[in-house]
Every structure is written in C-alpha cells, then in structure tokens.
C-alpha cells in the first residue's frame, strides 16, 4: 500500500492494527523522523520498553536477528515495534524474510529511508506486499502550519492575517521546529475560537529571525556575514539540515519568480500563501541577481549537500553547510 501526504500522516498517527510492517522514506530526515515518531508513540502508547532498535548493516549480516527480534515476546502487554531507522536498499532481502509469515500479534516492523527512488526493491517491497505500508513524506505536504495546527487538535482558526504570518514564520523553520510550534500555539489557543497575527508573532521561536537573516545573506550576497549567522543558528539548536532546507526553501521561491514569464512582480502576485511586506520587498530585490540558469545552479549545490549530510559515515555536517552556503554567497555578490 502506498500512501503520501495527509493520508500518510494521518496513518502515522493511527496505523492499521492489521499493518506488519511500514516503511517511511522521503528527502528530507528530519521530516520522516517526526513521523517515525508519531508511528512509534501510537503502536508503543509511549512505552520505551516496547521498542526495539536494530542497525541497518547488522540486520544485513545477520537477517535472522531481525527475525528473532519481531517474534519476540515482551513482559508488559500491548504490541512491540521493532525500528531500523536509515535504511538503504542493502536490507530489503533481509526485511522481506523477516516480513514473509508475520502476524498482526508479532512486532511492527518500523524502517525509515531518505533518498530511495522509485526502483528501490526496499520501496516496492513495501508498496506492493500485502499487510504492509509505504508511506511517503515530501517537503509542500509538512509545510502548512494550519494543517499542523489542526492534527495538534488546534480549533481556534486564524485570521487571515495570522495565516499570512504563519506561512511566513514556517517558511523559516526546519520541520522539527515547526512542529514544535504549532504544538505551542494549539496549547496556547485552547480556550480560543480566534487566533491573531500578533499572538503568532509573539510565539515564533526566536531563532526563526536568524534563519531569515541567513537566507538573506546568501541570496543576498553577503558572505561575510554568513558564518557568524551560522554559528549562532547552530548554538541556538538549529542543525545543519535544517539551515540547508530553509536556504531550498527560498531559492524555490527565488526560481519560480525568475520563471515566470511576466517577471518577477508578477510571479509574486500569485504566490499561494501570499507574501507581505519586508519579505517580498526582498525577494523583489534579490529576484535580480538570480535567473533561471543561476537559481537552478543554487538549488544543484544545496540538494548536493543535503544527500552528503544524509549520506553513512562521520562527516563535518555544519562545515558542509557552511561551505555550501558561503558558495551560494559568492555567486550573489558576484552578481551585483
């Protein structure tokens, strides 16, 4: 069975009990963690006891683990799930040996992957066998905050000025924070049938005005300011993949207004959600220094470094960013 977006999500948080074995992938790891961790809480109720760990080159040496793992039988009732977060294709024929046979009374089997295509064997195996899920998360499907708002049992609506915020506050927020934030305005608007643009803005995390500065720099042309900004984003708690994903984020919207055939201002009119203010002065200001042929040479260097930050191995993850970023930087001021 294959699922993606708001179905995928929802089955994250409720999965079929009559489910074997679900496999969550997409591009971006921070996106497929928050709900791996949805999936666990639900089979789990919250109980660490009740999940097992296993590393991906282990369950490829030795598939019987695996196998052992999932039949067996915890001391504390309800049903186990057993993870392999990050795997590749290397494991399908394991995981496939350890699904054939399995009952809904058995272990969940959990796995996570970035970066599969549409021909990895580990996808299919998941997407075309019977009793178990591919459920797919993509970046536009994580990125509405009203929608997030709501699966937080939000039911104060906001305005349509606090829509606008919101899009403009999630914009700068890798997906952990912003689901972080949308937990905090639920909480906050419990008793609320309304939600204002100045309680929104009274609630943004701190750090998302960093990341603003961030990608004002780089699309800018400012690199000398990259790398303090990017020493206080990491201070603050922001990973390397969450600066990158920001960067994407707008150089997307730097590439769309430079595509569009009637220029920039009016690619900006149909932005959905629109964009006020300071931010669209600045895209129409930096719009110049990045037509098509260049906006696409920016997003190649970042989706490069984004597969280097999510590939095996120690790597220098902030020093990649910070490269890659400062890069960027370059190609802008070389542009004024």
């Not at 971006?28 to 666990?40: P, S, T």
Request: glycine residues 8%; proline residues 8%.
């Amino acid at each position: 069975m294959k699922l993606s977006g708001d179905a995928a999500a929802r089955f994250a948080r409720r999965p079929d009990p009559e489910t074997v074995g679900v496999l969550l992938h997409g591009v971006d790891a921070g996106q497929v963690a928050l709900h791996r961790r949805d999936l666990v809480a639900a089979v789990t109720e919250g109980d660490a006891m009740r999940l097992s760990r296993l590393d991906p080159d282990a369950v490829r040496r030795d598939p019987a683990a695996l196998a052992d793992a999932l039949r067996a039988r915890g001391f504390f009732p309800g049903r186990m799930a057993v993870l392999i977060d990050g795997a590749k294709d290397g494991v399908t024929e394991a995981v496939a040996a350890a699904l054939d046979g399995l009952r809904p009374d058995d272990a969940l089997l959990i796995v996570t992957a970035t970066g599969l295509t549409a021909k990895s064997p580990l996808r299919k195996r998941f997407e075309a066998g019977r009793g178990v899920a591919a459920l797919a998360f993509y970046p536009d499907a994580a990125e509405n905050p009203a929608d997030l708002l709501r699966a937080e049992g939000c039911l104060a609506r906001p305005t349509p000025e606090a829509e606008a915020v919101l899009h403009e506050i999630a914009a700068d927020l890798d997906p952990g924070s912003l689901r972080q934030f949308a937990a905090t305005l639920a909480l906050y608007a419990t008793d609320l049938q309304t939600l204002e643009a100045g309680d929104v803005t009274a609630l943004a995390p701190a750090r998302s005005g960093a990341t603003d500065r961030l990608t004002a720099a780089v699309a800018g042309g400012a690199p000398d300011q990259v790398p303090p900004l990017v020493g206080r984003l990491s201070a603050s708690g922001t990973t390397a993949q969450g600066m990158l994903s920001a960067v994407t984020r707008h150089f997307r919207l730097l590439h769309r207004l430079a595509a569009d055939p009637g220029g920039p201002r009016r690619a900006i009119e149909g932005l959905r959600p629109p964009v006020f203010g300071p931010r669209r002065d600045r895209l129409l200001a930096e719009a110049p220094r990045w037509p098509v042929p260049r906006a696409e040479q920016a997003l190649r260097l970042l989706h490069e470094a984004e597969l280097t930050l999510r590939s095996t191995g120690p790597r220098p993850e902030r020093a990649l960013a910070e490269r890659c970023l400062l890069r960027l930087a370059m190609m802008g001021a070389r542009e004024r």
